[in-house]
């Protein structure tokens, strides 16, 4: 009888689990045109009301007219809604190879947070800077633009290959690593240390804790596993 070895086993599970489903892309597609359409509704509803400051955080002259107000509420309501999506991403993503569902789960809210994000990096780009990166390279309102833009397709690339790429290998493990614990540094310093609000610092607080809740709970899983 010819055996089957452990890893070639995982190897097919993965992809198995790795496979895209039109029931996956339009959960995802209708999470994110959601939480779009909460945004831009939020953003009409205070459209009227000074929640997020017209000046830059160091103080000096207003760098926004008080005609983008909307617009400028909208750029902090989409990235709160990318926060909220990519918060169950990461704390699911240590777990991503240990069962289909997990990994499904993942990539919808890693997806789907995407999407947001790309809404809020335009809006933030074009509407309120008009494209002008000599402005977007010099206010204090955004801490790392270059770093931001290099997050961002980064972020791309790693979701086009969850969808699309049927590998487990090393490099793709390893990329990933590296692009989900530069998300968790990049939410964490801009609402929780540089949160305009309250709420925003709320959030990014809460996200640690969930996403340390998801550590906690795979390393116990895989404790469990190594003793049986």
């Not at 045109?33 to 459209?47: K, M, Q, V």
């Not at 617009?71 to 289909?100: E, G, K, Y």
Request: net charge positive; hydrophobic share 60%; glycine share 4%.
């Amino acid at each position: 009888m010819t055996q089957v070895s452990p890893h070639a086993v995982h190897k097919t599970s993965f992809f198995i689990m790795n496979a895209s489903t039109p029931r996956a892309a339009g959960v995802t597609l209708a999470l994110s045109g959601l939480l779009l359409a909460l945004c831009f509704g939020a953003a009409w509803w205070s459209r009227d009301m000074a929640l997020f400051s017209l000046t830059p955080p160091d103080g000096g002259a207003a760098d926004v007219a008080e005609a983008l107000r909307q617009d400028l509420h909208l750029t902090f309501f989409t990235i709160w809604a990318s926060l909220l999506l990519a918060t169950p991403a990461l704390a699911l993503f240590p777990a991503i190879r240990q069962s289909a569902r997990t990994y499904r789960a993942w990539r919808i809210f890693w997806t789907a947070s995407l999407l947001v994000f790309a809404v809020h990096f335009y809006w933030a780009t074009v509407v309120i800077f008009g494209n002008d990166w000599q402005r977007i390279l010099h206010t204090p309102r955004v801490s790392a633009p270059r770093l931001d833009t290099v997050f961002a397709l980064w972020w791309l690339v790693d979701v086009i290959l969850a969808w699309t790429w049927r590998t487990d290998a090393w490099w793709l493990r390893l990329q990933r690593l590296g692009v989900h614990l530069l998300a968790f540094v990049l939410f964490f310093m801009g609402a929780a240390r540089e949160g305009e609000l309250v709420a925003s610092r709320a959030l990014g607080w809460s996200m640690v804790v969930v996403v340390a809740a998801g550590l906690i709970a795979w390393l116990v899983h895989r404790r469990q596993r190594s003793t049986i």
